[in-house]
């Protein structure tokens, strides 16, 4: 008997159980049937981070930036570079401090960028500053092996 994952709709935010013998990249949402994967991050609004990172059994790691942010606005493209080498492994989201004022304040967000990495529903590792792809790519395997024993 085949298992599932949950996997959370970057598009909708609809949850899926996609098959742990099916291919995640090929996936479609059962709700918008959009793909589940598209090698880019995700922008997210409270809802959306929150499904995110408590719903979905794939883990997620979270960029928090600011328009306003030079550091930011210079590691965007190295975020979405590290979207393409880590999905379907690793969801990637952004999360817009200055639009989701109440989720940053949450999160105890005191510099930005930072990156916070979910697995299981819970914040496993943090880090800030800017970094490019192949350190961001890096940080999050060696943080999710740490996290697996």
């Given at each position: 008997?085949?298992?599932n994952?949950?996997?959370?709709c970057?598009?909708c935010?609809?949850?899926?159980?996609?098959?742990?013998d099916r291919p995640?990249?090929a996936?479609?949402?059962?709700?918008?049937?959009?793909?589940?994967?598209?090698?880019?991050?995700?922008?997210a609004?409270?809802?959306?981070?929150?499904?995110?990172?408590?719903?979905s059994?794939?883990p997620?790691l979270v960029?928090?930036?600011?328009?306003?942010?030079?550091?930011?606005?210079?590691?965007?493209?190295?975020?979405?570079?590290?979207?393409?080498?880590?999905?379907?492994?690793?969801?990637?989201?952004?999360?817009?401090?200055?639009?989701?004022?109440?989720?940053?304040?949450?999160?105890?967000?005191?510099?930005?960028?930072?990156?916070?990495?979910?697995?299981?529903?819970?914040?496993?590792?943090?880090?800030?500053?800017?970094?490019?792809?192949?350190?961001?790519?890096?940080?999050?395997?060696?943080?999710l092996?740490?996290?697996?024993g």
């Open positions: 008997m085949s298992s994952r949950e996997i959370v970057p598009h935010a609809g949850i899926n159980r996609v098959p742990d995640a990249q996936a479609r949402c059962g709700k918008c049937k959009e793909p589940l994967f598209v090698g880019r991050p995700a922008e609004d409270a809802a959306m981070f929150e499904k995110q990172t408590r719903r059994d794939v997620v960029d928090v930036w600011a328009p306003w942010c030079g550091p930011c606005r210079m590691m965007a493209p190295e975020f979405e570079a590290a979207a393409k080498a880590l999905e379907p492994d690793v969801r990637l989201i952004k999360l817009n401090s200055e639009a989701q004022p109440g989720v940053a304040s949450q999160l105890g967000i005191r510099g930005i960028p930072t990156m916070l990495l979910y697995a299981g529903g819970r914040e496993v590792a943090r880090i800030s500053g800017a970094m490019q792809a192949r350190q961001i790519v890096s940080w999050a395997r060696s943080q092996d740490t996290t697996r």
